[in-house]
């Protein structure tokens, strides 16, 4: 299992662009997430899925949209890139709606926007 | 809605020396709790996690956690720190379904030789 995969690792974007974050995990899991992550403020969640078809609003989900029409995607879509959304992005993936069930962490995609 | 704060930015400590990070939540029914550790850019691994039981839990790499209800606390802590374990530790707080985990801000762990 490759476990949670995000691409590009590194993007550097201008003001106005927008962009497509990958997210990609093998082990069928159910529920996805985006965070953002940045300094002095830990990981605060974006935007979290369910299950295919169904997607919901986290702590800061201004600027960014998502679609979940698979179990394994999840793409963060950024429509006009602001120099606020200059972070480090991490997608994570949890086996069910359990509460005792474990998020796995993707690498991270590390976004800067001029 | 619950929050998690990590009281300390920074904590310095001599390899060999003992190690506790503190962790404290608020959440109105029964906390789902997590420390994570973060490598310098690396993604997040998963220390240990508590949810019931026994309040002392035990996690990879050597580390254990004590659960204080009566504190909201789950500390985080190690007998022996080695310089491998200078990383960026992070406490997070799961709602009831699972769906919504808060994190706090994180405590940077140096480790001196």
């Known amino acids: 299992n490759a476990g949670v995969t995000q691409t590009p690792k590194f993007q550097v974007l201008k003001t106005g662009q927008s962009m497509t974050l990958q997210c990609a995990q093998d082990?069928?899991?159910?529920?996805m997430s985006w965070y953002r992550q940045d300094p002095g403020m830990g990981l605060r969640l974006i935007h979290y899925?369910?299950?295919?078809?169904?997607?919901d609003q986290g702590e800061v989900p201004n600027g960014y949209n998502v679609s979940r029409s698979t179990t394994e995607d999840f793409p963060l879509r950024l429509l006009s890139a602001a120099p606020s959304q200059t972070s480090v992005y991490f997608c994570?993936?949890?086996?069910?709606?359990?509460?005792?069930?474990?998020?796995?962490f993707g690498p991270g995609t590390r976004l800067t926007v001029l | 809605a619950q929050s998690v704060t990590q009281p300390d930015i920074h904590i310095t400590v001599s390899e060999g020396a003992s190690l506790e990070l503190r962790c404290n939540y608020s959440?109105?029914?029964?906390?789902?709790l997590f420390w994570y550790v973060q490598s310098p850019g690396q993604g997040l691994q998963l220390l240990l996690k508590y949810f019931s039981g026994d309040t002392l839990v035990q996690g990879i790499k050597g580390f254990e956690a004590e659960f204080k209800r009566s504190q909201s606390s789950l500390n985080l802590s190690k007998p022996s720190v080695h310089w491998s374990d200078a990383a960026e530790y992070f406490c997070a707080v799961g709602d009831n379904y699972g769906q919504n985990f808060v994190f706090g801000p994180g405590t940077r762990l140096s480790v001196l030789p």
């Open positions: 959440y109105g029914a029964t906390p789902y």
């Open positions: 994570a993936s949890t086996g069910g709606i359990g509460r005792t069930d474990t998020q796995y």
């Open positions: 082990m069928n899991h159910e529920y």
């Open positions: 899925s369910v299950g295919a078809g169904i997607t």
